[in-house]
Structures are given as structure tokens and as C-alpha cells.
């Protein structure tokens, strides 16, 4: 990896934590829902956050707790720390996906897919056939969430190269800071 | 842990297919480059195994090709030496030092060259830790998903994937996402010169009143 490229990373890191935090805004207001290829998605946010700072702020507040954290996110957000990472979960139907996005880098950790279904009686017989089939459902399953956070991070991204994100986005989302008490 | 695992990590990286690039040129190119354990020196050791058999080295076009993606898995092993065994044997070897030395002192750099010592025979003795990870390549999309994010290994994968395919694949970071969300190159633009903005609503004004002292002063 090049100098030039971690330097980029490191510098726009800022971008994706942004959007961490703008989804979190989002969800918490009570708009999970997202449609992605004609199917509804309803995402929630797991007992999982890490909050991170810039460069000169290297201290990380992490909070862990199937409770209200709020108040905690709210003290780290109006610290200037923004979310760095955030277990998501990503509801369809009776499908249900668990994910640790890693905002600065668009990493993803523990990916807790649906179930695999039943195996056609072929792949039963065959373990080689098997793992096949199961790893075609599960990229399936993968491309389907991941799909979902992109079409979320284009949503973000429209918005925030856009004047409504000086107008109406970014005092929405301070005012939300500042009511996390 | 693999794709299929019940819980992986996921990384994303670019890598646009070659304009050349034949299935079973392809395989042999893994097949070169396919994992062999370390021999008695080295530290680490990587290469491709198969995806569904983490012994297979000898790879076929089907075993590597599913449809429109290239799945492979790949393996990296590492010897460690333990920090606690580093320690008492460090602490053995200066004692030992101390005791052949008639003025039984060990200098800083003394120590440092013991510390080099110790670690070095440890690690020829460790026995290496194999991790095995899942690459799935989608020729069409561009993108490759990587199941590790131990930075070591995403480092040598990064540098196989290179020498085997000729692509260097680069993660898939935000800024870098920009390009592949379908956006207006204005928008895209104007996003690679945002600068971060601060949520923390600006401190008031403080509401302590001020005494107009100067005007009284003046009148």
C-alpha cells in the first residue's frame, strides 16, 4: 500500500464515518426503512457503537449495551467524535442480517447472514456439490446486504455533495446531537 | 473464517478484470502460486488453496471458476512466539550474561542484542499459525471480496492477487466508492474537496452581562 494512498485514507476517513452517523441520525428518526431493488429492508442499530475522533484525537469511546445509549453517543458526537463503527441489522421479511460496518474504511465485521435453506437433494449427497451450493447462497445473501449499505452510502453521498446538505441535512443532524442528552 | 462461516469479516476491494485473461492460464498461475509450508527459516509463508479444500494445491479452471466469479481461498501462516516466553527467556539469558561477566552489568545495548537473539531462536522453534481466508473475485462487477482483516495478511494477499493476476486490487474505501455509486461526476467532484463537518452545535454566548463600564467611565 502506498504512502500516497494510506495518506488518502487517512484524511478522508472522515467521509464514511459521516455517513455512519448520518445512518445512525437516520435511523434513529425513525427512518430505517430502505428500498433497494424493489424490496423494503428495515435497518436498526445493534448494541454496538464505537465512536473515533481526527487525527489529534486519538481517544475512542465504545459503548456496548442492548439499552439506550444515547445519552453516552450524544456526549461523544458533541466531543467532536463521530461513529466509526455500528452493528447493524438489516431485517426483510423472516431474513435477518447482523453486520459490524466499519465506517472510515467500508470494512465489514462479523456478517451474520440468514440461515442457510434446505439443500437440494444433489448437494446433499456430494460435500463438494454442497459447499458450492452454499456458497452461492451465501454470496447472494452478501451482495444483498452490502447492496443495501450502498445504496445507502449513495444516498448520503447525494446529499451531501448537494446544497441541502448546508441547508437542511447538517442542522437537522446538529440539533439531533444536541437533543442526545 | 470463510464466506460460508456463520460469521466473517468482509473487505472490499477494486480490481478490474485484465483484458486478457484465460480460464486456464488463470489456473496455472494460481497453481504457481499456491501455498507451500514454511521451510526452516522463514517467518511466514502464503499462497492459494482451494476454497472448498484448504489442502488442494494443484488448481483446475473448475476449481476456480463459479459462474461469473473467481472464488479461491488463500492461506497464511505465521510462527509466533509467545511475549511471555520471550520474556523468561530473555530474563534467563541475562542472568546467564551476568553471571560470566566479572562486573555482572549488561548494558542497554547488550540487552537489546539478547532481545534480538532470544526472539530469533524462539521463532525458528514457534510452530506457524495457518489462517485460511476466502477471495472471491466477481469478473463483472470489478470487486473482490476478502474475508481477513489482519493487516499482514491483506498485505501479502494484496501483493499474490498482484503477481497472479496482474491487477492490483485497492480497497474499496469511502472516497474511493464515490466512483462506483452511479453519481454525477459534479456531485463526485464536490465530494472529493468536502472537508469534515463539525455536529457539535458552536458554544453559546455566554449570558453573564456585561457592566457597560467604559460608557460609565466616559460619561
Given at each position: 500500500m502506498?504512502?500516497?494512498f494510506?495518506a488518502?485514507v487517512e484524511?478522508?476517513?472522515?467521509?464514511?464515518?459521516?455517513?455512519l452517523?448520518?445512518?445512525?441520525?437516520?435511523?434513529?428518526?425513525?427512518?430505517?426503512?430502505?428500498?433497494?431493488?424493489?424490496?423494503?429492508?428495515?435497518?436498526?442499530?445493534?448494541?454496538?457503537?464505537?465512536?473515533?475522533?481526527?487525527?489529534?484525537?486519538?481517544?475512542?469511546?465504545?459503548?456496548?449495551?442492548?439499552?439506550?445509549?444515547?445519552?453516552?453517543?450524544?456526549?461523544?458526537?458533541r466531543?467532536g467524535?463521530?461513529?466509526?463503527?455500528?452493528?447493524?441489522?438489516?431485517?426483510r421479511?423472516?431474513?435477518?442480517w447482523?453486520?459490524?460496518?466499519?465506517?472510515g474504511?467500508?470494512?465489514y465485521?462479523?456478517?451474520?447472514?440468514?440461515?442457510?435453506?434446505?439443500?437440494?437433494?444433489?448437494?446433499?449427497?456430494?460435500?463438494?456439490?454442497?459447499?458450492?451450493n452454499?456458497?452461492?447462497l451465501?454470496?447472494?445473501d452478501?451482495?444483498?446486504?452490502?447492496?443495501v449499505?450502498?445504496?445507502?452510502?449513495?444516498?448520503?453521498?447525494?446529499?451531501?455533495?448537494?446544497a441541502?446538505w448546508?441547508?437542511?441535512?447538517?442542522?437537522?443532524?446538529?440539533?439531533?446531537v444536541?437533543?442526545l442528552? | 473464517m470463510?464466506?460460508?462461516?456463520?460469521?466473517?469479516?468482509?473487505?472490499?476491494?477494486v480490481?478490474?478484470?485484465?483484458?486478457?485473461f484465460?480460464?486456464?492460464?488463470?489456473?496455472?498461475?494460481?497453481?504457481?502460486?499456491?501455498?507451500?509450508?514454511?521451510?526452516?527459516?522463514?517467518?511466514?509463508a502464503?499462497?492459494?488453496?482451494?476454497?472448498?479444500?484448504?489442502l488442494?494445491t494443484?488448481l483446475?479452471?473448475?476449481?476456480l471458476?463459479?459462474?461469473?466469479?473467481l472464488?479461491v481461498?488463500?492461506?497464511?501462516?505465521?510462527?509466533?512466539?509467545?511475549?511471555?516466553?520471550?520474556q523468561?527467556?530473555?530474563?534467563?539469558?541475562?542472568?546467564?550474561?551476568?553471571a560470566?561477566?566479572?562486573?555482572?552489568?549488561?548494558?542497554?545495548?547488550?540487552?537489546?542484542?539478547?532481545k534480538?537473539?532470544?526472539?530469533?531462536?524462539?521463532?525458528?522453534?514457534?510452530?506457524?499459525?495457518p489462517r485460511?481466508?476466502d477471495?472471491?473475485?466477481?469478473l463483472?462487477?470489478?470487486?473482490v471480496?476478502?474475508?481477513?482483516?489482519?493487516?499482514?495478511?491483506?498485505?501479502?494477499?494484496?501483493?499474490?492477487?498482484?503477481?497472479?493476476?496482474?491487477v492490483?486490487?485497492?480497497?474499496l474505501?469511502?472516497?474511493?466508492?464515490?466512483?462506483?455509486?452511479?453519481?454525477?461526476?459534479?456531485t463526485v467532484?464536490r465530494?472529493?474537496?468536502?472537508?469534515?463537518?463539525?455536529?457539535?452545535?458552536p458554544?453559546?454566548?455566554?449570558t453573564?452581562?456585561?457592566?457597560?463600564?467604559l460608557?460609565?467611565?466616559?460619561?
Amino acid at each position: 500500500m502506498s504512502e500516497d494512498f494510506l495518506a488518502v485514507v487517512e484524511a478522508k476517513r472522515f467521509l464514511g464515518r459521516e455517513f455512519l452517523t448520518w445512518l445512525v441520525h437516520r435511523i434513529e428518526e425513525g427512518g430505517g426503512r430502505v428500498e433497494h431493488d424493489a424490496q423494503v429492508t428495515e435497518i436498526q442499530l445493534g448494541d454496538r457503537i464505537v465512536l473515533a475522533g481526527g487525527a489529534d484525537d486519538r481517544a475512542r469511546l465504545t459503548l456496548v449495551d442492548a439499552g439506550d445509549v444515547r445519552t453516552e453517543m450524544g456526549a461523544g458526537l458533541r466531543r467532536g467524535k463521530l461513529i466509526d463503527r455500528a452493528r447493524l441489522v438489516l431485517v426483510r421479511g423472516e431474513r435477518r442480517w447482523e453486520l459490524v460496518l466499519d465506517g472510515g474504511t467500508l470494512a465489514y465485521e462479523s456478517v451474520r447472514c440468514p440461515v442457510l435453506g434446505e439443500r437440494d437433494a444433489a448437494a446433499a449427497s456430494d460435500p463438494r456439490a454442497a459447499f458450492e451450493n452454499d456458497l452461492f447462497l451465501r454470496l447472494a445473501d452478501v451482495d444483498d446486504a452490502l447492496g443495501v449499505i450502498d445504496a445507502l452510502f449513495a444516498e448520503f453521498c447525494t446529499l451531501r455533495g448537494s446544497a441541502a446538505w448546508q441547508e437542511r441535512a447538517l442542522p437537522a443532524l446538529r440539533a439531533w446531537v444536541d437533543d442526545l442528552r | 473464517m470463510g464466506i460460508v462461516a456463520r460469521s466473517s469479516s468482509i473487505v472490499r476491494f477494486v480490481a478490474a478484470v485484465p483484458t486478457r485473461f484465460e480460464r486456464e492460464a488463470i489456473a496455472r498461475a494460481v497453481s504457481r502460486r499456491a501455498f507451500r509450508a514454511l521451510d526452516g527459516e522463514g517467518v511466514q509463508a502464503f499462497g492459494w488453496v482451494g476454497i472448498h479444500d484448504p489442502l488442494v494445491t494443484e488448481l483446475t479452471p473448475a476449481d476456480l471458476f463459479l459462474q461469473d466469479r473467481l472464488a479461491v481461498g488463500f492461506r497464511y501462516d505465521r510462527r509466533v512466539v509467545p511475549p511471555k516466553l520471550v520474556q523468561l527467556e530473555r530474563r534467563r539469558e541475562e542472568a546467564a550474561r551476568r553471571a560470566a561477566d566479572p562486573d555482572g552489568r549488561l548494558g542497554r545495548e547488550a540487552r537489546k542484542e539478547i532481545k534480538v537473539e532470544v526472539e530469533a531462536r524462539l521463532l525458528l522453534r514457534a510452530l506457524p499459525a495457518p489462517r485460511l481466508y476466502d477471495c472471491v473475485w466477481n469478473l463483472a462487477a470489478g470487486h473482490v471480496y476478502f474475508t481477513g482483516r489482519l493487516r499482514a495478511a491483506r498485505e501479502a494477499f494484496t501483493a499474490l492477487f498482484r503477481d497472479t493476476f496482474g491487477v492490483t486490487p485497492v480497497p474499496l474505501i469511502p472516497y474511493l466508492a464515490l466512483d462506483r455509486l452511479g453519481l454525477p461526476s459534479r456531485t463526485v467532484e464536490r465530494l472529493r474537496t468536502v472537508e469534515s463537518a463539525p455536529l457539535a452545535v458552536p458554544a453559546r454566548e455566554p449570558t453573564v452581562p456585561h457592566l457597560p463600564l467604559l460608557e460609565e467611565a466616559g460619561a
